[in-house]
């Protein structure tokens, strides 16, 4: 029996009339040349037109461990001959750090930021040539080394400056005592980076520094340590919240990859307690222990999703192997940390 329907023959599809598809035309090309106004504005950067700090904003007294003596070390920075100011220095504390650096704050909060100075400079000959230095206070060495590993650009070449510095094309980045120090420049021209290496160099010049009593990065292994690897993470390393100022660096032996990591703590005991809190830590996310092989130093090993987590601790320094794919490598790596700081 064949079955029957009220509903007719659907109509033919109608196409799009003229005006329609003129219409589209024009919005096509309407939102074209907003696409090229973007990126012609990219590239004709005015610097008449920076927005500038309001006199609140840049006032000195608002923010905490910007002292008249800091500012006035960083205001007499010399600047190399060709070089002019073209705003006055700006400060930024902790509270209005974001209002200069939206969206990376929060690698430096942590990190014991403490002010930000920036200031820009033009070229006398030709003043849409600019650069634009920012220094960042950031306390202590450890913590400026810290945002300066966090975030090193490709392609980047070392630098004389200092012991941490490199250039990545139109920008030079170093770390000098408590500070961290970005000149990025509008050019990367031959002639703007020489200028910006000066100010670099001047910048180092009017701030000497006192190294550093301890550097744990001379306790991580230099064999199959992969090339400009090292870091230092400020807080919640690894993902947990006890594990802060870890200074780790990846390794690659026959095509096996792993990171070696070490620590001082305050004591041996807080050390010890660490290498509890991260195993236990591990073992609630799903993590499996496994007993070490005989004859390996005294170490905790847990396997999570095929990788391998080893942590120990000698007297008041934590360390370890992160992410090891590999037993035999992993614990190879562990080893030779592990007498490395036993001879420290």
Known sequence: MKASSDIGPLPARRGPSNREKHLSVLLLAVLGLIALAVIMAQFRYDPAQWRAQSDEMAARVDIPGLTDEAAAALERSAMPAGLQPMTPPEYFGVDTLSDKIDGKAELYLPAGFRFLESRRLSLVDDPGLWVERFAYDMGLYANAFSVYSQQRRDAARSLDLT?????????????????????IGSDPSERLIDKMIGLARAFVDEHPVVAAAHDERGLLPEADRIADSLTLTASNAFGFEGFDNIYSARYERDGQVAMAYVSRRSSAAEATRLVQDYTEFLITYGGRPIDPPEGAPPVRIVETMGYLSIVFNHADLLAGVHEAEDLEFGLALATRLYHQLSEE
């Open 163 to 183: 012991p941490d510095a490199y250039q990545a094309a139109n920008g030079i980045f170093f770390v000098h005592g408590n500070y961290y120090v970005e000149i």
